[in-house]
């Protein structure tokens, strides 16, 4: 009981520094927090340049690896669509004949027990544990829990894609290239990763909230400051609605000016049954009345896509980003929707594979699948494609 009251004012206290980081909350508490996040960024600020710094200066060095690295990442934290441009370029590269391998830090994955950590060390003399192999190519070996959502949906996505996971990405390059011939290594959310240097930058920013209030972490969500764009090949615009932006343009060009831009939109594909595997049109949506429950960083936007779509949203539950639901959470919203008189539950595919096989819930319930279009700017990723797979044909072969 006590442990789920400390559970409780954690998820409270991480939502309320959430909503100070976004300036949705007001009164003094949120000023002096405010006030002290502030002071915590000017610090983080000097330490992110400071080590950008050594590695242009190659006091610490890249690590090469032998064959060609892609980067995708963002200034930002959370919310910039990453996954589906990760999907869509490694099947691109898978579909052109690379050996792609997809590297990832598998956020709030599940760590590796203390006891195995002990036993390996007095097995092996300390000798670091190989990278886990979400899948090899042919299936999916590893859950959610293990893996970390966006790798196991990468996985999932992604037959003959080889998906790795491990924090130190240069071990899990090399594993990629040693034991599944890997000629091409995806780094997903590799922007800040600087040991392992890419060929090509691709950088997302979303087109609805570019770069927050201009803060770096803690005050802001920036990760590193606005003028580090200049370190991209690309930039994808992401969540575009098709209308320019001049301004965040300018913004971009300032920085960056021969910058390509590359505009995309995430895409509603279908709605897909958890327990059944059907998939049903998005017409399913006009005029039902739906329960929607999520835990990521945007969920205005999983809930404007179905009110899109003609529903009536009569329920909704908010967690935080990577929020791994527990029974009991799960069971509170089965209970607040049995007498709501609702159709059936949505939730994003991010958070269907947090939810494990066979829990059951007293309605439907579908998650809605996303994909990246690319609106403006196509050219230029198949051009970024073709630059990987036939280097020697684009640009004069730069």
């Known amino acids: 009981m006590a442990a789920n009251r400390l559970k409780e004012a954690l998820n409270e206290f991480e939502q309320f520094a959430v909503d100070v980081v976004f ?23 000097l330490i992110v340049q400071a080590r950008l710094w050594l590695y242009q200066q ?12 892609v980067v995708v990442g963002n200034l930002t934290v959370g919310g910039t669509g990453k ?20 590297l990832s830090r598998g956020y709030k994955s599940r760590a590796e027990p203390m006891w195995r950590r002990w036993w390996r060390t007095i097995v092996t003399g300390g000798e670091p544990p190989p990278p886990r192999v979400v899948s090899d190519g042919t299936g999916v070996l590893l859950d959610s829990d293990v893996a970390g959502d966006e790798p196991y949906m990468l996985a999932k996505n992604l037959p003959g894609v080889i998906v790795l996971v491990d924090k130190n990405r240069v071990k899990a390059g090399h594993y990629a290239i040693r034991k599944f011939g890997c000629d091409t290594l995806v780094l997903d959310d590799g922007f800040q990763y600087l040991p392992m240097k890419g060929r090509l ?13 201009g803060h770096l972490l803690p005050r802001g969500i920036l990760r590193e400051p606005i003028k580090h764009i200049k370190r991209a090949s690309y930039i994808f615009l992401t969540k575009s609605n098709g209308r320019r932006d001049p301004e965040l343009e300018d913004l971009i060009r300032r920085h960056k000016p021969e ?10 594909k279908y709605l897909q049954d958890l327990v059944s595997g059907e ?35 009569i329920y909704t539950r908010r967690f935080l980003d990577h929020h791994r639901f527990s029974e009991d959470e799960l069971d509170r919203i089965c209970e607040q929707v049995v007498g709501a008189n609702l159709d059936y ?22 998650y809605l699948r996303l994909e990246i279009e690319i609106l403006s700017g196509s050219g230029d990723f198949d051009e970024a494609v073709a630059r990987i797979c036939f280097p020697e044909t684009v640009r004069g072969g730069r």
Not at 90 to 98: H, P, T, V
Not at 202 to 207: I, Q
Request: glycine share 8%; net charge positive; hydrophobic share 40%.
């Open 279 to 313: 998939r049903r049109e998005l017409t399913h949506l006009k005029g039902a009345r739906v329960g929607a429950f999520s835990g990521i960083a945007v969920p205005e936007s999983f809930e404007g896509f179905l009110r899109r779509y003609g529903a009536n949203l």
């Open 201 to 213: 930058n691709l950088l997302l920013v979303d087109s609805t909230n570019p770069f927050g209030n």
């Open 58 to 69: 190659r006091i610490l060095r890249n690590h090469p690896l032998g064959c060609l690295v």
């Open 345 to 366: 539950l949505v939730t994003t595919e991010k958070d269907a594979v947090r939810i494990a096989e066979g829990r059951k819930f007293p309605l439907p319930i579908y």
């Open 23 to 45: 300036d949705r909350r007001h009164g003094k508490r949120a000023a002096v927090f405010r006030a002290c996040m502030w002071s915590a960024s000017q610090l983080f600020s």
């Open 259 to 268: 910058a390509d831009i590359i505009e995309c939109t995430h895409q509603p």
């Open 83 to 102: 996954t589906p441009v990760v999907e869509k370029f490694a099947r691109s590269l898978a579909e052109k004949g690379r050996k792609v391998a997809i």
